[in-house]
């Protein structure tokens, strides 16, 4: 597997489980884990959520409302992009392009209940669909 600048490994566009399988195998160290407690998270808090890779990033969706969450690995954090992320409240505090809303986690940062709670009412809301 190639890994792209910051460690975001390079993966083919699909859908399904295992794409987004492949992109977590393919991270090492704080950044493995702390994608893999965010994959968890996801799939706890939204029962059937659809997952692809898309652009080097896996995205998490609800079928027929598009995209809600994507996360894309850097050199020194992950960045979480909710593409709806100014209708959450609190509105995610990074930064902002339209209605996509993101945060940085840096190791040891990851604030489950926050991003339960975004994730909970971020796949409530129409996804983002390309």
Do not use: C
């Amino acid at each position: 597997m190639k890994l792209l600048s910051g460690g975001n490994p390079q993966i083919a566009k699909e859908d399904g489980d295992a794409p987004v399988e492949a992109y977590l195998a393919a991270l090492s160290g704080w950044k493995q884990a702390v994608a893999r407690r965010l994959d968890a998270l996801v799939v706890r808090t939204v029962p059937g959520v659809r997952k692809a890779v898309r652009w080097n990033s896996p995205f998490y969706g609800v079928e027929g409302q598009g995209w809600f969450l994507s996360f894309h690995v850097f050199t020194k954090y992950l960045k979480v992009t909710f593409f709806r992320g100014t209708a959450l409240h609190p509105a995610p505090a990074g930064g902002t392009a339209k209605d996509a809303r993101w945060i940085d986690v840096h190791e040891g940062e990851l604030d489950e209940a926050q991003l339960w709670e975004w994730i909970r009412q971020a796949a409530a809301l129409p996804g983002w669909t390309a």
